[in-house]
């Protein structure tokens, strides 16, 4: 069996935690571990760890071999496959199930969100080992959660009554998300199941019906897949030729139009966590009904959510209420309309601010940086780089630096000439002059930098040399 884990959403209700450089499948919000750490051990209890692969894009990349590097696993061999332009779920799989099936004709694919929770993780197992039958058969499998309560927040798989192999049934219909009271006689009904999102079939299976059903996608995805090339651990396929496949999802492209679609019930402790409410219900509450997180002080709180990143948040006689406090941003939410959540993130999108998209620390391949200070013409940042790694040889249009070692080991690079810094040592790098920063050492180095100039931005940055591959 192999595991193929989609790892390419924004997570934007889960604002400001979630962000679209460090979305919500990095982040440890059911246990001390990311979600995508959660999904990778689940996907390798039931089909191994060597026979992983991950789809994600280009900005999260790096993020993602680190997650497969803490397994041991390197991303050699197609591990991980990079979309060059977001196409959808239907799309994604399609270029797994192509390199399933050049090595293994017969393979049947897991495929799993890399940001939900499953709790129970044996009861998971033995679903994923019910639903091979069926798919060995030639079925398409989709895993239906058990509703535990009328939830407006999720589509719903109508079942047939009939079982089939494994015990799975015939899909009788997939419904959009309802409102209350039709979600209430979906409960009562007893032959419905949320839609999880999860699917297991042949690699072959899932390409034979994309193919009848939705032929152009199917023809652009290989004429991407036959362009691929290897860019060190990433396989990388045409972005001009993955740019013109349409945009779809697996369920509308595949599950609804299918004959062999069937539905495996599943009750193991699942959620999509794909609101503050849904965390909130997923996580033990204490007597008054309220989940805390870090450094909170509360008095006559209620069925609320509170979460502190660093600075203490206090409370006082609230109820059903979302606080979310992160270094540079505050969220106070009622519960019930933390979906609005996506509007806030949009408008920030729309006036260019930066909260949308970053945290104020911010992941590179080489290590992290983070925001300490910034004003017109200077700019503080504290630097962290990896034992081993390096950042780019590089210079800027705008802006000077001075680097202060305060801990380990730093190799600085100024045109031709290589300086070794240890702690409380610094430097200063000129305008226009070619620098590059290295941590030959064992232990993380860290690095206070202050910039001066006319332009901080970012996008001053003049690459020569790369070990990333980064333009």
């Not at 209700?13 to 990095?26: G, I």
Request: glycine share 6%.
């Amino acid at each position: 069996m192999h595991a193929v884990i989609l790892s390419g959403g924004s997570g934007t209700r889960l604002w400001p935690l979630s962000r679209e450089a460090y979305p919500k499948q990095f982040l440890a919000l059911n246990t001390h571990e990311s979600l995508l750490d959660e999904t990778l051990q689940r996907a390798c209890a039931v089909s191994g760890c060597s026979s992983l692969s991950v789809i994600t894009n280009e900005a999260h990349r790096f993020i993602v071999a680190a997650h497969l590097q803490r397994y041991g696993q390197q991303a050699e061999a197609g591990r991980i496959l990079l979309e060059p332009v977001g196409r959808n779920t239907a799309p994604a799989i399609a270029l797994a199930a192509l390199r399933i099936q050049e090595t293994d004709p017969d393979g049947v694919m897991l495929v799993l969100p890399s940001d939900h929770v499953v709790k129970d993780t044996q009861a998971f197992a033995s679903a994923v080992q019910a639903g091979e039958e069926a798919a060995r058969e030639g079925r398409l499998v989709t895993f239906g959660v058990v509703p535990t309560s009328a939830h407006t927040g999720y589509g719903y798989i109508r079942a047939e009554s009939e079982q089939v192999a494994g015990g799975a049934r015939p899909v009788a219909a997939f419904v959009e998300k309802p409102d209350a009271a039709t979600a209430q006689g979906y409960l009562d009904d007893g032959h419905y199941y949320w839609n999880s999102g999860m699917f297991l079939f042949r690699a072959s299976d899932y390409l034979a019906e994309l193919e009848r059903h939705r032929p152009e996608i199917l023809e652009i995805c290989q004429r991407a897949w036959a362009s691929r090339r290897d860019d060190q651990d990433f396989v990388r396929v045409s972005e001009a030729v993955f740019a013109e496949c349409p945009e779809d999802s697996i369920d509308y492209a595949v599950m609804e139009r299918t004959e062999r679609a069937v539905v495996l019930s599943l009750d193991a402790g699942w959620s999509d966590v794909g609101s503050w409410s849904s965390l909130w219900e997923l996580q033990d509450q204490d007597d008054d009904g309220n989940v805390v997180r870090g450094d909170v002080i509360t008095e006559d709180v209620h069925q609320s959510y509170l979460h502190s990143e660093g600075r203490l948040v206090a409370a006082i006689g609230v109820d059903n209420h979302v606080i979310v406090e992160t270094d540079d941003v505050v969220l106070v939410a009622d519960r019930s309309r933390v979906q609005d959540v996506k509007k806030l993130v949009s408008r920030l999108k729309d006036q260019n601010r930066d909260e949308y998209r970053f945290h104020r620390k911010v992941h590179r391949p080489w290590g992290s940086y983070e925001g300490v200070a910034r004003s017109e013409r200077f700019q503080v940042k504290r630097i962290t780089v990896d034992p081993g790694a390096t950042l780019s040889l590089q210079k800027h249009h705008h802006r000077s630096e001075h680097w202060v070692v305060v801990r380990g080991t730093a190799l600085v690079t100024q045109n031709n000439e290589e300086t070794l810094l240890t702690e409380d040592e610094s430097t200063y790098i000129p305008l226009g002059v070619a620098h590059r920063l290295s941590n030959p050492g064992v232990i993380p180095l860290e690095v206070i930098e202050v910039q001066t100039g006319s332009y901080l931005g970012e996008d001053d940055i003049v690459r020569f040399e790369d070990n990333y591959n980064r333009v």
